[in-house]
């Protein structure tokens, strides 16, 4: 059973770093894609970045230069280096996984940036 296990949020100050991780088990194929979403009550789930089995990255425009996406396909683990956090950067992050063009989701973690 696939599954996609993330951890790392919690409680910063604004200007503070958090660094998720993400690790897929269970299957016998490489992910595609992996990447991390987020959503904020009362919204729809959001692309905060992405990163492809050839380690090619795309951001969403308001994290530009202050999240950075990395992947170790040995580990079968994606992270999200999180920096100058702001406090619009409050959300529940889920981490994602395209395995031949199946999608899987993490339970998601919370991550809270204070003012």
């Known amino acids: 059973q696939v599954q996609l296990v993330g951890s790392g949020g919690g409680l910063v100050q604004a200007g503070g770093s958090l660094r998720l991780s993400c690790v897929l088990s269970?299957?016998?194929?490489?992910?595609?894609?992996m990447g991390w979403y987020r959503q904020v009550p009362g919204k729809q789930r959001e692309l905060v970045a992405i990163i492809t089995g050839g380690d090619n990255t795309s951001y969403k425009d308001s994290v530009k230069g202050r999240f950075t996406i990395s992947r170790d396909h040995v580990k079968n683990t994606v992270y999200l280096q999180m920096s100058n956090l702001k406090p619009e950067d409050t959300a529940v992050y889920y981490c994602?996984?395209?395995?031949?063009?199946?999608?899987?989701w993490g339970q998601g973690t919370q991550v809270t940036v204070s003012s």
């Open positions: 269970g299957s016998i194929f490489k992910a595609n894609a």
């Open positions: 994602y996984a395209d395995i031949r063009s199946n999608e899987y």
